[in-house]
């Protein structure tokens, strides 16, 4: 098990910016594929963003979001980060990062192993 950790989330106003940090208390995830999902009130889960293991070399975005966030890693702290600009109302949803095995992005939730208990981020408008 991989005890994800996701935190940074919050109350904030159309067009303010946010940082989301994903960690596993302590524990290495820097040799996995970090996805971020997300779920808004009565909708489906979806696939925002993903970045590879090691280096972060590759990464794969949503297009509803690929303009305004940016995935990133710092291996010397294990943790991932969701960075996100411009935020809108319909931002507003429970994110959620995940752990996937095996190399290469993916936008499959089933792709992924391991997920975090999610952190709620409110956008006013």
């Known amino acids: 098990q991989v005890p994800l950790v996701e935190s940074g989330g919050g109350l904030v106003q159309t067009g303010d910016s946010l940082r989301l940090s994903c960690d596993a208390s302590?524990?290495?995830?820097?040799?996995?594929?970090i996805g971020w999902f997300r779920r808004a009130p009565g909708k489906e889960r979806e696939f925002i963003a993903a970045?590879?293991?090691?280096?972060?070399?590759?990464?794969l975005y949503a297009d509803s979001v690929k303009d305004r966030f940016t995935a990133s890693r710092d291996n010397a702290k294990n943790t991932v980060y969701l960075q996100m600009t411009n935020l809108k109302p319909e931002d507003t949803a429970i994110y959620y990062c995940?752990?996937?095995?095996?190399?290469?992005?993916?936008?499959?939730?089933?792709?992924?192993?391991?997920w975090g208990q999610g952190t709620q981020v409110t956008v006013s408008s």
């Open positions: 302590g524990r290495t995830i820097n040799h996995y594929t």
């Open positions: 970045i590879t293991g090691w280096t972060g070399g590759s990464k």
């Open positions: 995940s752990a996937k095995i095996g190399a290469g992005t993916s936008r499959w939730a089933e792709d992924y192993a391991y």
